[in-house]
């Protein structure tokens, strides 16, 4: 199913977080620009995982990747230099995130 969230203030949490999670797809999940905080998506040790059609209208990181277990993490956008909307902990292997 489509997801889509709207809060009725700005709010610094992010809007979903997964742990310890093996083959998540993510597919078109909206939500307006109140997610203020550190990234709108935070994930930690993910693993085997796609997510697609995102478009977040807010400036900050749209995602963030940390634990040393994160690996084949495919991410789909609608819009270019999705690179800039990932913020990857320094224990995350570069390689383990591909865009396309």
């Not at 009725?8 to 949490?13: A, H, I, Y």
């Not at 997610?35 to 995102?54: A, E, P, Y």
């Not at 819009?79 to 591909?98: F, P």
């Amino acid at each position: 199913s489509d997801i889509t969230v709207f809060v009725d203030k700005e709010d610094f949490r992010p809007l979903m977080k997964f742990d310890d999670v093996t083959n998540l797809i993510l597919d078109n999940i909206q939500t307006d620009n109140l997610h203020v905080g550190s990234c709108i998506l935070d994930f930690k040790s993910v693993k085997n995982s796609t997510i697609r059609n995102i478009d977040f209208p807010t400036k900050n990181y749209w995602f963030r990747f940390t634990g040393s277990q994160t690996e084949n993490i495919k991410i789909q956008s609608l819009k270019q230099q999705i690179d800039q909307r990932v913020n990857l902990e320094k224990t995350v292997n570069k390689k383990s995130v591909l865009y396309y």
